[in-house]
């Protein structure tokens, strides 16, 4: 099977990611869809290293799945405390900074 | 198989400030609260100064070290130091215990009777630190990066500490905690740009090094499809760090909610080391495809001078004021990137050690200016300041003065330098759109100095606190640095001038 395929789906769940990101409201769903996007990107990293024959890709699949977790540390401290002030993790909610 | 080769020496500052990161969590962890200030702020300020000296020994040294991965070069270099002075001013305004800026402990609910015990008992968190020194580690690596994945992973070194440093002010909990949280959502989501472009750019190249990426450019046609897509995400991830147009969005919101020592520290230090990797990407990495990716920059920076300026104007928040001029001096520092030459280079060296004092020391004082409740932005209560505390406003004046580029302050020096580096490269619609954005600024920096000397002060508890030796000599310095670049600028420009070279490639 042709690699490219997997580069097609790679950009089809990346899309759909950056969609999420865009349109859902909840603060988790939103997180998720960036992982989403993350992940796209590992499995694009993974089919480029095949196509090239080289490990730097997949090393680099490595890289971003640490970064990635920590990324959910964080990302997890600052949602869950935004809940626990206002019981809504929507970010429509989160409109206090405004003009 | 040979083991890797590190050359510790050349990477002393990132692991220098990295290692002081590590110890400082260890001592949240086991030192009696009593102590934990005392130590935490010697523990960072010592590491910071290790950092600078490691930096001046490497002045000369000019490869890439670490099996190729950290290129440290004269540009470097500059950039290291400028982001460790300003992290240096930036620490002594996040470890201000005059007055608290940051809550007692960021875990409580916002006006639960939790938050009250906590700040009745006296309680001051150093979480703050540990942070911070991560903060300036990840900052620091992200210039001198040579290969993707330690660009990658530096940027998230210095991205993450800053998410949470956003969330933690004393005042206006809720404010705070919404700015992390757009922060956070935001940053996250251009990282992921930034990871697919490398993806791309990595097909493209089959390798994650800079010099390959160089070397194929140079090599193979330029419309390769790999590297277009790769090319136009990481610029978008990249353009969101520099809070370019139209991925501006976020700047406002995060340098208002945060707490403004934070702000301050991260408009200067993030500042430095984004453009810092913005031009080793784009002057030294993909200059081939400079017809491509110039008439693209071109536009974001026309557009971020403009939106930065225009929309200044109709601001009512002297943090907000000071956020839009942030994303303005990004588009006056896009300039510099489309000039694509040397003094090109020098010139964004320059506005950037220019610009850093000056937005770190105006942040200072917005700390000062306080009442009852707090930091006072609303500009409307800042009217009068002139003649409540005549040398606040002062030297605040002489920060706007500088922000606005008036001659005989640093200002006026970078945007000269960066101006003219435009026009010397032949693009004369940036530098027309730039000195066009610059009278623009002109008019509410100027507002702001009239409001604090033409107008009477209000009687609202609005008063300027005394500031303590390390406000005191943020400040200070700030405001030399602000008049010495602005009169004798020539040795700092020798000093660039001599090291501002990348290493050959």
């Given at each position: 099977m042709s690699l490219d395929y997997y580069l097609y789906l790679s950009a089809l769940l990346f899309t759909i990611g950056a969609a999420g990101v865009l349109i859902r409201r909840n603060a988790i769903v939103v997180f998720m869809c960036i992982e989403l996007m993350l992940n796209a990107s590992n499995l694009a990293f993974v089919t480029f290293a095949r196509m090239n024959g080289s490990i730097d890709g997949q090393i680099f699949a490595f890289f971003t799945m640490v970064v990635a977790a920590c990324e959910v540390v964080v990302g997890l401290a600052i949602i869950v405390t935004?809940?626990?002030?206002?019981?809504?993790?929507?970010?429509?909610?989160?409109?206090?900074?405004?003009? | 198989m040979p083991a890797p080769k590190i050359e510790?020496?050349?990477?002393?500052?990132?692991?220098?400030?990295?290692?002081?990161?590590?110890?400082?969590?260890?001592?949240?962890?086991?030192?009696?609260?009593?102590?934990?200030?005392?130590?935490?702020?010697?523990?960072?300020?010592?590491?910071?100064?290790?950092?600078?000296?490691?930096?001046?020994?490497?002045?000369?040294?000019?490869?890439?070290?670490?099996?190729?991965?950290?290129?440290?070069?004269?540009?470097s270099v500059v950039l290291q130091g400028t982001i460790l002075v300003f992290s240096l001013l930036g620490l002594l305004l996040i470890a201000e215990r005059g007055f608290q800026s940051f809550t007692a402990q960021a875990s409580t609910l916002p006006g639960s009777a939790d938050e009250q015990r906590a700040l009745a008992s006296g309680l001051q968190q150093t979480e703050v630190f540990p942070l911070t020194l991560f903060a300036i580690g990840g900052a620091l690596l992200f210039p001198a990066a040579n290969d993707l994945i330690t660009l990658f992973v530096a940027l998230e070194v210095l991205s993450l500490p800053l998410y949470l440093m956003a969330g933690l002010s004393q005042r206006r909990r809720l404010l705070s905690q919404e700015a992390a949280l757009k922060y956070f959502l935001l940053g996250a989501f251009s990282s992921a740009f930034f990871l697919f472009g490398s993806a791309f750019l990595y097909g493209y190249a089959g390798t994650t090094t800079f010099e390959g990426i160089k070397v194929q450019i140079s090599t193979a046609p330029g419309n390769d499809l790999f590297l277009l897509v790769g090319l136009a995400t990481l610029t978008v991830g990249l353009l969101f760090k520099v809070s370019a147009a139209p991925f501006h969005s976020w700047t406002p919101d995060v340098y208002q909610g945060a707490p403004t020592p934070i702000t301050a520290f991260m408009?200067?230090?993030?500042?430095?080391?984004?453009?810092?990797?913005?031009?080793?990407?784009?002057?030294?990495?993909?200059?081939?495809?400079?017809?491509?990716?110039?008439p693209i920059?071109?536009?974001?920076?026309?557009?971020?001078?403009?939106?930065?300026?225009?929309?200044?104007?109709?601001?009512?928040?002297?943090?907000?004021?000071?956020?839009?001029?942030?994303?303005?001096?990004?588009?006056?520092?896009?300039?510099?990137?489309?000039?694509f030459n040397k003094s090109g280079v020098e010139a964004t060296l320059l506005y950037l050690a220019t610009y850093g004092f000056t937005t770190l020391g105006t942040f200072a004082i917005v700390t000062l200016v306080r009442d009852a409740g707090?930091?006072?932005?609303?500009?409307?209560?800042?009217?009068?300041?002139?003649?409540?505390?005549?040398?606040?406003?002062?030297?605040?004046?002489?920060?706007?003065?500088?922000?606005?580029?008036?001659?005989?302050?640093?200002?006026?020096?970078g945007k000269f330098a960066i101006f003219s580096s435009a026009y010397e490269s032949g693009n004369i619609s940036v530098v027309i759109a730039g000195v066009l954005a610059s009278a623009i600024a002109a008019f509410f920096y100027i507002r702001i100095v009239v409001l604090m000397y033409f107008n009477d002060p209000q009687e609202d508890g609005t008063s300027v606190m005394i500031p303590s030796p390390m406000t005191a000599i943020a400040i200070g310095v700030c405001a030399l640095a602000t008049l010495i670049l602005g009169i004798f600028p020539q040795p700092v420009i020798n000093v660039i001038d001599s090291l501002a070279i990348f290493v050959a490639g």
């Open positions: 935004i809940y626990r002030s206002r019981r809504s993790a929507s970010v429509d909610d989160a409109r206090l900074l405004k003009l | 510790y020496a050349v990477l002393a500052p990132v692991l220098i400030l990295l290692a002081a990161g590590v110890i400082a969590v260890l001592v949240e962890a086991f030192v009696s609260r009593k102590y934990r200030y005392v130590i935490q702020t010697t523990l960072s300020f010592s590491a910071i100064g290790l950092g600078i000296l490691s930096v001046a020994l490497n002045k000369d040294v000019s490869g890439r070290f670490a099996e190729g991965s950290v290129a440290v070069d004269g540009v408009a200067a230090v993030t500042k430095v080391a984004a453009f810092g990797a913005f031009l080793r990407i784009f002057y030294a990495t993909i200059g081939g495809m400079v017809w491509t990716w110039r920059i071109i536009v974001v920076s026309i557009l971020t001078m403009a939106i930065g300026t225009i929309v200044a104007i109709a601001q009512k928040d002297v943090k907000r004021v000071l956020a839009y001029s942030a994303i303005a001096h990004s588009g006056f520092l896009l300039t510099g990137i489309v000039a707090g930091e006072v932005t609303d500009l409307n209560r800042w009217s009068g300041l002139g003649k409540r505390s005549p040398l606040i406003a002062g030297i605040f004046t002489l920060f706007l003065l500088a922000l606005a580029g008036i001659p005989l302050t640093s200002g006026f020096v």
